[in-house]
């Protein structure tokens, strides 16, 4: 599974402001993060600016550009990505449909 190293900090973001966890819980998370064995790379900055400028923000455009860069399927539930990326990117219900 390809990620941009974004996803970290989305994870940590999320764990921290929405879930409320202290300093003692986020270092073990941060440490098993790295231990999940993704495959982090990075897409090309005018790649996801091709896709900002299509209406994404630019940290969606950053997992759709590296998705399309290395020729995967982007798996998402973002409604918006869904809507502009229909091509890279699917639903992760396969039993969802999608309007447009």
Request: glycine content about 8%; proline content about 5%; aromatic content about 8%.
């Amino acid at each position: 599974m390809a990620v941009p190293s974004l996803l970290f900090l989305e994870l940590l973001n999320v764990a921290a402001r929405r879930w409320g966890w202290d300093g003692d819980a986020l270092a073990p998370l941060a440490s098993a993060l790295d231990d999940l064995g993704f495959d982090v790379g990075e897409a090309e900055l005018p790649a996801i600016a091709v896709w900002t400028s299509r209406g994404l923000t630019a940290y969606d455009a950053a997992y759709v550009a590296l998705a399309e860069s290395r020729g995967l399927q982007l798996i998402t539930d973002d409604e918006r990505i869904l809507s502009v990326a229909p091509g890279v990117a699917q639903p992760l219900s396969g039993d969802r449909q999608r309007s447009g």
